[in-house]
Every structure is written in C-alpha cells, then in structure tokens.
C-alpha cells in the first residue's frame, strides 16, 4: 500500500510540473498572437521555419495579402484581440498535451453589417466597438527534449482566429486614389491649349473602378483657374464608366472668363475627387490666347486692292493705331473710340475717294456683304492729307461719345468718287474685351 501510494503521489506531482509548464507555453503562445509575432510563434512551435506553412504564416500575419484599406481594417481588429487560457481545458496523455486558448475580438462581423463612408470611419467603429465575440483555439503541444512545443500551429483551429482577415469590406477595400490609369487633355501640345473655348480632361480608369458599380459611391470634378476655383460639377456614380471626360467652358459657367471668345489664358487645374474626398486625379493644362482675326478674305494685313493702277500708287496700307487699343494687325479691343484704315499714296494724287463701312456680327454675316449693292451702315468722301511724311487717305469711323464700338467685323470699301471703280476692300474685328485682356 504504501508503494502504490507512493507512486500515486510520484505520478501527480509529474502531472502537476507538466500542466504548469504547458499552462506557461499556452500563455506565451496567446500573446504571441496577440502580438502577430510570427517569427516567435515558429520557434515555440514543431513546425519548420523553412516550410511553406511558415512563410504563408509570416506573409498573412504581416498583411501581405491585403490591400492597403483591409488592412487598416485587420490592423484595427487585431488592437481588440485578448486573450485567456483556459485551465480546466487541460488534458495530458503522456508527452502529448491540449489547452483551450480563447480569444475575445471586437465584434467585426456585426460592424461590417452597417455602411461606411470611407475606411476611416470603418476604423473608428472598430475603436469603439464594446461587444465582442469569442473564438476558442485548441491548442495541442508535444514535449520535445524537455521542451513542451505548439504542435498544431497553422491548423485550422489555429486559423480561426483570424477569420477577420478575409474579410469584405466592399468598396473601402478599394483605393479610390488608384483607380485611374491615366489622363490626357484632349487638344494640348506641349502642356498648352492655344484659343479654347473649352478644355477636356479624359480621364481612364483601370479595372478595379468596376467593383463599385452599383455600390453609391460618387466623383465630382473641380476647376480651378490660376489656383482659384470657378466650376464644381455635379455627382456622378463612380464604376459607371471606365472613362469619363471633364469639361469646362461657358456653357458650364456662364461666368467664365472670356477673351475674345476663348477661356482667359492662365493655368487651369481639374481635380476628380471622389465623395469622401479621396482625389482620384489631378492634372494641371496652360491655356494661351492669341487673338483670331475673322474675314472676308482679304489678306493677313486687313486689306486688299482690287483696282491696280491704284495699287501701284499706294505705298502702304494699315489699320492706324490712333488710341493705342489695336490688339494685332487688324483687330481692336472693345474699348476703341477711333478706327482708322489709313493708305500712303504717290503725291500726284488728288483725287477725292468714296468710303462705305459696313458691319457684320460674324465671319459667315461678313462673307455675304456685297459692298458695290449692299447698303452702308455710315459712308463719306475722303480728301487727300498731305503731311510732312507723304500724302494719306484716312478712312476713318470713330464712336459716338460716351458709347462704344459693337464687337464684330467692320468692312471699309473704296472706290473712286463717282463710286464706278472698286479700288479696294478692309476690314477689321472689334473684340469682345478691352485691349489690356488681350495678348498677341
């Protein structure tokens, strides 16, 4: 009796130095996991640190399979894990021993029944989330070289526990600022948009951007002229279209600033944002502005002559710049008060000429003007000028006081003074804006 008893006792106290030593490996494993120490998990473990289970193991602890907003998510779900060993799981068969380890986490599944309007907001759920749910990992260790050693690491016990990992988190797994594949300005050569009335920014998106069709997230886009917003379009669902185009003229804002008919020079900037105000893209486009002179058909310099014996007695020939508002060659700025068409002629000449000046709101108006039968809008002689630096004819039309010039082409024709021979035809453009807007 007294043998047996004592071997009773022999074989308890065994048991007893066992179960705290597995207890202890068991307590080191669960914050292990809490701390997704993969490298650490190895060496308490029997599984190989060259296997393809332990890379796997390094590589999804780390979150190498995540995309960048999963991950935030798992990151924030991983904060709320703790853990508990439970001790009356114990059970010992020889070198083999088994524990139950349970792990309470925020209670993911019930957050990701709700909506988000972005990963942040996803996040700070998860921060603040009180109820949690339990998952038990039974953990089986074996005694090696007096050593009590993780024996299921990688099971599917094991990996349980991180079933969060896997996650949907619908359209916050997608980042929104890597959906477009590129953006072109339609019209621009070297980064400049020369005479827009308006600008275009094509924009393609890659093949993630299908995911969120039908999910209700939306883009806008925004201009921006020199650094300063002038449009905001509306909202538009993102995942519609794999490309969309972003426009901006005076039909999108009637306000836009205008030179001579074209967008204001400047550096205009369209941004895509999405809702939550993720910027999907950004791209910046010079625009420039060179004044377009519109005719009838008389050549670059505004005039032509279509008599030529007087051709060959005028010198030269060029719309005046009486008030310094001439703009280019033939065109002036709104705020014009003269307009002169002006001709140096051999001083033999003496003659008096007839002018008409007609007017026409358009190129295709102007074309249609006959100046022989059509009726002028204002007509005159004109004498010969003799000044010290040759003889002139001035042919000239200035505003009314206090009123201005009516944008548009003014045609000057000249014949000779019984009105039987066409000598010539010139023409000019008054712009919409003042002469200062404008740049050669």
């Not at 951007?209 to 020199?226: N, Q």
């Not at 004109?382 to 042919?395: C, D, E, H, M, Q």
Request: negative net charge; proline residues 1%; glycine residues 6%.
């Amino acid at each position: 009796m007294l043998l047996i008893f004592s071997m009773a006792l022999s074989f308890c106290s065994c048991s007893m130095f066992s179960k705290k030593d597995v207890l202890a490996a068991a307590k080191e494993v669960a914050d292990n996991i809490e701390d997704f120490d993969a490298d650490k998990l190895l060496d308490l473990s029997t599984l190989s640190k060259k296997s393809e289970k332990a890379d796997d193991l390094r590589k999804g602890l780390n979150g190498e399979y995540l995309d960048e907003n999963t991950k935030k998510f798992c990151d924030a779900v991983r904060k709320t894990i703790r853990s508990e060993v439970i001790e009356d799981s114990f059970s010992i068969k020889g070198n083999e021993a088994s524990v139950d380890i349970e792990f309470r986490i925020a209670d993911y599944k019930a957050l990701l029944r709700e909506d988000y309007k972005d990963i942040d907001e996803l996040v700070k759920a998860v921060n603040d989330c009180e109820d949690t749910i339990k998952v038990t990992y039974g953990a089986r260790f074996v005694k090696e070289d007096g050593q009590w050693l993780l024996d299921n690491l990688m099971g599917s016990s094991f990996l349980g526990i991180f079933d969060f990992m896997d996650s949907d988190i619908g359209v916050l797994a997608i980042d929104l600022t890597k959906v477009v594949d590129k953006t072109t300005w339609n019209g621009a050569s070297d980064g400049t948009i020369k005479n827009a009335k308006k600008i275009s920014l094509l924009v393609d998106f890659n093949s993630d951007v299908t995911k969120l069709k039908g999910k209700g997230v939306k883009m806008y886009y925004t201009v921006y002229k020199d650094g300063k917003e002038v449009f905001k379009s509306t909202a538009a669902e993102l995942g519609s279209k794999t490309k969309v185009q972003c426009d901006y003229s005076k039909t999108q804002n009637p306000d836009a600033e205008m030179r001579s008919n074209y967008l204001a020079a400047g550096t205009y900037t369209i941004t895509l944002t999405a809702e939550n105000g993720a910027v999907l893209c950004s791209s910046d486009i010079n625009v420039t502005v060179a004044v377009t002179e519109t005719g009838t058909g008389t050549n670059s310099k505004g005039y032509a002559f279509y008599n030529t014996e007087f051709a060959r007695k005028a010198f030269t020939a060029a719309w005046a710049n009486l008030d310094g508002k001439r703009v280019s060659t033939a065109s002036y700025g709104a705020d014009v008060t003269t307009v002169s068409f002006q001709m140096q002629v051999d001083s033999s000449m003496d003659e008096n000429i007839y002018f008409a000046y007609f007017y026409a709101s358009s190129a295709s108006e102007a074309q249609r003007i006959n100046v022989k039968t059509d009726k002028p809008a204002i007509s005159g002689t004109a004498k010969p000028i003799v000044r010290s630096t040759g003889t002139y004819y001035a042919l000239g039309l200035k505003a009314k006081t206090g009123k201005s010039f009516k944008p548009g082409i003014y045609i000057v024709a000249f014949f000779s003074e019984d009105q039987s021979t066409l000598y010539g035809v010139a023409e000019c453009q008054i712009l919409n804006q003042n002469a200062s807007s404008y740049t050669a």
